[in-house]
């Protein structure tokens, strides 16, 4: 049974604080995604990493970096969170392009107070 | 670009009733077509696909079919159930491109 999970389901940290999520998957799969999901926005792609070491932007990018330093996981990282970082946060991972399936982690419901 | 358009909700019906949820597509050439769906405090799992034009993918009493000529991929069940609550997501990518997901459409099923 494939699998992807994250590191938290909730989360509650501070204005400032540095902020790390992390993915695992364990289908090694070329590529990894990080989506945010806000009511009425659907979901929005933050970086995505197709290999080791690798990334890219997605939409909305800014104020976030990612890590992928083994195929199995990836991280999210929020420098210096702010309240607007409040939100649903999502990984996936496929094993080659966009046209295959993508296999989804529970969410981390990230509070910023 | 790549873009998919899907039909804005909240739809809510009541229990045994027709369901249809709107899903076009425009692409430089044919993607695959996918509907997830995502239950309460859940993330999104694949409940159907298609992936060339004809293409019915089916499961749980869903359906939705590739249609080439009207750039759709409606996702339909003939009688809903309390437990369909929820919200969908069409999706569309290709192999040279980018993934694209609609906005999702938060279906509410009553008793």
């Known amino acids: 049974d494939v699998k992807v999970t994250q590191s938290s389901r909730y989360l509650v940290k501070r204005t400032g604080e540095k902020v790390f999520l992390e993915c695992v998957q364990d289908?090694?799969?070329?590529?990894m995604f990080w989506y945010r999901q806000d009511p009425g926005l659907g979901l929005r792609l933050i970086y995505f990493?197709?290999?080791?070491?690798?990334?890219e932007k997605g939409d909305i990018p800014e104020g976030y970096s990612v890590s992928r330093e083994k195929k199995e996981r990836f991280s999210l990282i929020l420098e210096s969170a702010s309240t607007n970082q409040t939100s649903m946060y999502l990984c996936?991972?496929?094993?080659?392009?966009?046209?295959?399936?993508?296999?989804f982690g529970p969410g981390t419901r990230l509070t910023v107070t | 670009g790549d873009s998919v358009t899907q039909m804005e909700g909240p739809v809510t019906l009541s229990e045994e009733a027709f369901l249809t949820i709107n899903c076009t597509y425009t692409?430089?050439?044919?993607?695959?077509l996918f509907w997830y769906v995502q239950y309460p405090g859940e993330g999104l799992q694949l409940l159907l696909k298609?992936?060339?034009?004809?293409d019915k993918g089916s499961n749980k009493g869903f359906e939705a079919t590739y249609r080439k000529e009207t750039t759709s991929f409606h996702l339909e069940k003939g009688s809903v159930q309390v437990s369909d609550s929820a919200v969908y997501f069409c999706r569309g990518g290709t192999s040279y491109g980018k993934l694209t997901f609609g906005q999702g459409t938060i279906l509410t099923v009553h008793p």
């Open positions: 692409a430089t050439g044919y993607p695959s």
């Open positions: 996936a991972s496929t094993s080659s392009g966009a046209a295959d399936e993508q296999y």
């Open positions: 289908m090694d799969h070329e590529n």
């Open positions: 990493s197709y290999d080791v070491k690798m990334k």
């Open positions: 298609a992936t060339k034009a004809d």
